[in-house]
């Protein structure tokens, strides 16, 4: 339902008043704009982000003209040659109806017990399916036209006028967010921030900026400009606010599912539960109620569908699937969302992104370093991170579940073909994607490759992890419990400190993503099993621990979630009778120095070396220092003692979904 731009200058959302009148460009600055200043006229902003008081009239002009988008023909264009016929029984038990329009106009889908449509045997109703023939060429075309588009938005983005602070921090989204989520779509929301569009709304924009304030606090010059927004809180207050009354109209929009799921994120992050999951379960209701679930392209039905809208709806249901198995990791919960053969396709065809250069926006690095040039692979990594999740939501339903007893038939299998999935997996990774723990990198990847990684390792570990408190019978005494789950476990937790402190040597713990942080946590959890599971204390597996409690420490001034997971491990610690030094004072530790980075100003949000003299990362490290130091790990030369394994099988179970498996008969 995308629209060409216009020959006249449309309005701006940072536009004056009487500016809009006059359909000129306004430059936006506070508290007056220089076209008014110089007319010497009253500057009133009254479609200031932050206040709308036109906010449903613009609404219902925007339904109109979707309606009217709805009922032109597609851009597409889909010819008789192109429609299939229908879906053979092989490929579906059921006939299955494909989107409809319904009275208002909106895109939504129903099945066949509904209110809103009869059983019927009209062949124009079902759903069908585009012929295979020629389908190359026509996706070929359609990304040619999206990766055009992409390019041409993004020079018209670049010419624009945003005023501070919220360029800034729309930046800080796109950098820090967006590659990891993919919640919006860049090129359709710039231009229609512009115009206005159905793909931008005031409510989406505040979202935006309540999520970016984070990285905004400790630059001092954007700081200032947030006091009249009482320091950013006011986004916050006005997007919560404005979702409300959207939802309280019924408005099912894209851009209302997008402000739901920051939201969440950012609710998840703050620790608030509650808000977080009815956030996220709102939006994924509302993506069931726009048809989003289903593929747009394949069982249009009835309603035509720019190329734009497919690529903006197939990347929207993905990023619910991808956040869907993140809160659900989160939280300890069951997933909501499941795709099917009906679901849009894991695609993306619109790969302007990949090639972009990513810099960290936000930092400022001394004596005039810079980031060294590198490519986003933005897309690649947000692909692999879907085919990610649909493995860890099999663990989550396999192992996790709360209301299933897992018999050991049941774990056998998921171990074996989960672990065999994660094996191919990795192995398929791309160099450009792949972060080996054993030869780090000089410099951290952007942030989303690194949270890719961790997340892979994270996700190891909470498939083998359960199986260190496995229970075996007792006419069994000869069998042993498989040493590899724990060789699995704490290689990955290794690997995941690894790469955090690159992450954060790097970029600092300010940017550190709550995907990160909970890496951190599932990694701090096997070192704390070890600790707890030794009959005589090893000090290294305590420095290790060590370590992580330093960086959840200090990551939890950005996600203060983790700060209740730091009171679990610290409780865990005191039954043993032990107080790490970092419990009572973090800032006794000295950062490193980082080549990148020296040791000035911004050196001590770094957190402490880990990495000794054999390392192979060239960082500076002064033994000195009384830092806590992690030894390189070798998985090969790793040896389980029987002691360790039977130390393990008698800890109580770190997981109340594990207490529900039989023992292994």
Not at 36 to 52: G, H, M, V
Not at 499 to 524: E, M, P, Q
């Amino acid at each position: 339902m995308s629209s060409a731009t216009p020959s006249v200058k449309a309005k701006s959302a940072f536009s004056c008043s009487q500016c809009r009148k006059r359909k000129v460009k306004c430059g936006g600055q506070q508290p007056e704009c220089s076209r008014c200043t110089a007319r010497k006229e009253t500057c009133i902003y009254e479609l200031n982000p932050t206040l709308s008081y036109t906010q449903k009239l613009e609404a219902r002009i925007k339904e109109l003209e979707d309606l009217i988008d709805i009922l032109q023909p597609s851009s597409v264009g889909n010819n008789d040659e192109s429609r299939a016929t229908s879906l053979t029984p092989g490929s579906m038990s059921r006939t299955f109806q494909g989107l409809r329009v319904d009275h208002d106009g909106k895109i939504t889908y129903h099945g066949a017990t509904s209110f809103f449509q009869l059983p019927t045997t009209d062949s124009q109703n079902q759903a069908t399916i585009e012929n295979p023939s020629g389908s190359n060429h026509e996706e070929d075309q359609r990304k040619e036209r999206l990766v055009n588009n992409a390019w041409q938005q993004r020079i018209m983005e670049n010419l624009s006028e945003t005023p501070e602070p919220f360029q800034f921090m729309l930046k800080a989204h796109w950098c820090w967010i967006q590659p990891l989520f993919n919640f919006v779509y860049r090129p359709a929301f710039t231009r229609d921030m512009e115009l206005l569009g159905p793909y931008y709304s005031h409510t989406l924009l505040n979202a935006m900026m309540s999520h970016s304030v984070r990285w905004c606090k400790h630059r001092d010059q954007i700081h200032q400009l947030l006091v009249p927004y009482d320091d950013g809180e006011l986004f916050s207050k006005q997007a919560r606010t404005m979702v409300f009354d959207e939802l309280r109209y019924g408005q099912s929009k894209i851009p209302t599912v997008q402000t739901l799921l920051l939201l969440s994120a950012q609710e998840c992050s703050q620790g608030n539960r509650t808000q977080a999951w009815l956030y996220s379960g709102m939006a994924f209701r509302l993506i069931e109620d726009m048809g989003i679930c289903i593929d747009g392209q394949k069982f249009a039905g009835s309603v035509r569908l720019s190329d734009e809208d497919i690529e903006i709806r197939h990347r929207l249901f993905w990023s619910c699937y991808f956040w869907d198995k993140m809160i659900s990791l989160y939280l300890g919960r069951l997933p909501t969302l499941q795709h099917s053969m009906v679901s849009p396709p894991q695609v993306m065809l619109d790969d302007s992104a990949e090639t972009e250069l990513w810099t960290p926006h936000g930092l400022e690095y001394p004596d005039g370093r810079e980031y060294p040039p590198t490519q986003a692979h933005s897309i690649s990594c947000f692909m692999r991170m879907c085919r990610l999740a649909e493995i860890f939501n099999l663990i989550l339903i396999r192992i996790y579940n709360p209301l299933h007893q897992n018999n050991a038939k049941e774990i056998q299998d998921c171990l074996e073909k989960e672990g065999h999935a994660l094996k191919l997996w990795w192995e398929d990774l791309p160099t450009f994607l792949r972060i080996d723990a054993q030869d780090l990198p000089m410099h951290c990847p952007p942030s989303h490759i690194a949270t890719l990684n961790c997340l892979y390792h994270t996700f190891k570990i909470l498939l083998y992890r359960p199986m260190l408190f496995q229970q075996l019978p007792k006419d069994t005494a000869h069998r042993a419990p498989d040493p590899q789950y724990l060789v699995e476990c704490i290689s990955s937790a290794m690997s995941i400190i690894a790469i955090f402190d690159l992450f954060c040597r790097t970029f600092g713990h300010n940017y550190c993503v709550l995907s990160l942080s909970y890496s951190l946590y599932t990694a701090a959890s096997i070192f704390l099993l070890q600790v707890q599971a030794a009959k005589h204390l090893n000090e290294q597996d305590l420095r290790r621990l060590e370590f992580c409690v330093i960086g959840l420490n200090k990551v939890k001034q950005a996600n203060p979630v983790i700060g209740r997971a730091l009171v679990l491990i610290n409780l865990e610690l005191s039954k043993l009778g032990i107080v790490l030094p970092v419990q009572s004072d973090v800032q006794d530790y000295i950062p490193p120095e980082n080549p990148l980075l020296g040791s000035t100003t911004i050196s001590d949000t770094f957190i402490s070396p880990v990495i000794d003299s054999q390392t192979t990362l060239p960082f500076h490290h002064d033994e000195a220092v009384g830092a806590p130091s992690l030894h390189v790990f070798d998985p090969e030369d790793l040896q389980i003692s029987s002691e360790m394994l039977e130390a393990f099988l008698a800890l109580e179970p770190i997981d109340p979904t594990v207490g529900s498996m039989e023992p292994f008969s």
